[in-house]
């Protein structure tokens, strides 16, 4: 399949500062690009979807200004936890898709915990 | 409205046999459906994908869909306890922009 690569895997930061977050695809053109949240032994929660040159989209309940996504090319989406507190310690993945109506692939994911 | 169910589990079937996973999806327009693998602490990873009614095989994989009774299933012939993880559902719906919405996900457990 596909490869989608995001950086970083883990990440420690202190609360009150921001976290980047990059997921890239690797081999094809990522016209959509999903961002998910995933807490211990619960499901994916999809945050945004952001499809490129355009503002993303954000999921009921998350903050817009507090993840800041970027989709500025067809191969890379960001997301930027601004002012991270501990509660924000979570799992995020990112996943991309070329074309509307085909599958979408995932990042490795990125632990995250805010001391 | 949209959803996708499945069965929480966990599910144990026996090493050798087969496990059937079920979903089932509230949008009657979805086109295409997916089922993804997630194991403990990793990110979820595409198995299959189906998009016509009846079944898709691949290996030990068999995806099975029913647009008209809004329903589909992946069997796994042979279980290993290398299949023990969580099984994601995933389709794609019209009415929310063509994009994905995931089942709960199905815990998998193959005893040895």
């Known amino acids: 399949g596909a490869v989608v690569s995001q950086h970083p895997s883990r990440v420690i930061c202190k609360s009150g500062t921001s976290v980047k977050i990059e997921c890239r695809s690797l081999?094809?053109?990522?016209?959509?690009m999903f961002w998910y949240r995933q807490f211990p032994k619960q499901s994916l929660m999809l945050m945004a979807t952001s499809n490129e040159g355009s503002k993303a989209t954000y999921e009921q309940g998350v903050e817009k200004d507090k993840f800041l996504i970027n989709h500025a090319s067809l191969t890379l989406s960001t997301l930027t936890v601004t002012s991270a507190h501990p509660e924000d310690s979570s799992f995020y993945i990112c996943?991309?898709?070329?074309?509307?109506?085909?599958?979408?692939?995932f990042g490795q994911g990125t632990r995250l915990t805010v001391v | 409205q949209k959803e996708v169910e499945q069965n929480s589990g966990p599910l144990s079937v026996p090493e050798g046999a087969i496990a059937s996973l079920n979903c089932t999806y509230s949008?009657?327009?979805?086109?295409?459906f997916f089922w993804y693998r997630q194991y403990s602490g990793k990110s979820p990873e595409l198995i299959m994908f189906i998009y016509s009614n009846g079944d898709k095989e691949d290996g030990r994989f068999t995806a099975q869909l029913n647009k008209a009774s809004q329903y589909v299933s992946l069997l796994i012939r042979d279980s290993q306890p290398s299949d023990s993880a969580t099984y994601l559902c995933a389709v794609n719906m019209w009415d929310y922009g063509q994009n994905f919405v995931f089942g709960p996900g199905t815990r998998l457990s193959v005893l040895p």
């Open positions: 996943s991309a898709r070329g074309q509307p109506n085909t599958e979408a692939f």
């Open positions: 949008d009657r327009g979805s086109q295409s």
């Open positions: 081999d094809f053109q990522a016209t959509t």
